[in-house]
């Protein structure tokens, strides 16, 4: 985990022609995606596709996700981030807890920025498995140059889920994803790129990095409803 300095970040949304500003306190994030062997040791579950202990996990849920947060922060003795409402198969966050959750999509980009304002932190082919070098397969987690806070694979090899939901009145419960994947094109490896998908949906480029507030956050607590079937018109990470 990498302390992450406060500040401001700009997000914007190219569908709706959207921008605004989020401030945020200092938090944690970790240096790499959830690799295959840190998932199983969690959870007992190898659920991706191509396997390999140092790739990172794919074929997870956002609903996967936030429930190893939750069982990771259990084994180390931390306040688990997330609660579970069984009624409305819902979930809160509880912004006052230490254990471990997903990243806002704010925190995820200040920290792919690494305080620049570029659309990349480098040369995409020295930073980032995409499909016009990764030979259309998902590779090991740091085995691109990392950003200046220290940041491996914030673009490209998979996509990476936050919490926050894309755009509740368009698209009901469908969360946030970012980073680009080894599938993509050049054009979404880029920082300020959102996609979406339902919380359900598992895909060989999808997986996700873990952050932990050092702070209570001023977010307002987030509850997401009933899950409903992924739209089966995505073939490939929301593309």
């Known amino acids: 985990m990498i302390d992450v300095p406060p500040g401001w970040v700009t997000l914007s949304d190219r569908r709706?022609?959207?921008?605004?500003?989020?401030?945020l306190a200092a938090y944690q994030l970790a240096a790499f995606p959830v690799t295959q062997t840190r998932y199983a040791q969690v959870t007992g579950q190898r659920?991706?596709?191509a396997r390999g202990d140092q790739l990172p996990v794919e074929g997870v849920s956002w609903w996967d996700a936030v429930r190893f947060c939750n069982v990771l922060s259990q084994h180390e003795g931390l306040a688990p981030a997330y609660r579970f409402d069984a009624d409305v198969d819902g979930v809160e966050w509880d912004t006052s807890a230490t254990g471990y959750r997903?990243?806002?999509?704010?925190?995820?980009?200040?920290?792919c920025r690494a305080?620049?304002?570029s659309a990349r932190y480098g040369r995409l082919d020295e930073i980032a498995w995409y499909?016009?070098?990764?030979?259309?397969?998902?590779?090991?987690?740091?085995?691109?140059?990392?950003?200046?806070?220290?940041?491996y694979d914030m673009l490209g090899n998979?996509?990476?889920?936050?919490?926050?939901?894309?755009?509740?009145?368009v698209y009901g419960t469908y969360r946030v994803l970012r980073g680009g994947g080894w599938f993509d094109e050049s054009w979404s490896c880029r920082?300020?790129?959102r996609r979406r998908s339902h919380p359900t949906f598992q895909i060989d480029d999808v997986g996700f990095r873990i952050a932990r507030s050092t702070t209570p956050t001023n977010t307002v607590s987030g509850r997401a409803g009933p899950p409903k079937p992924p739209d089966i018109r995505n073939t490939r990470s929301i593309r």
Not at 131 to 150: L, T
Not at 158 to 163: K, P
């Open 191 to 193: 920082a300020s790129v």
């Open 16 to 23: 709706s022609q959207r921008s605004w500003s989020v401030e």
């Open 158 to 169: 998979v996509w990476e889920w936050c919490w926050d939901v894309y755009d509740a009145e």
């Open 102 to 111: 997903l990243p806002t999509e704010a925190e995820w980009e200040h920290a």
């Open 131 to 151: 499909r016009g070098n990764s030979r259309e397969r998902i590779h090991d987690v740091g085995g691109r140059q990392p950003n200046a806070w220290g940041f």
């Open 47 to 49: 659920p991706s596709a």
């Open 115 to 117: 305080g620049t304002a």
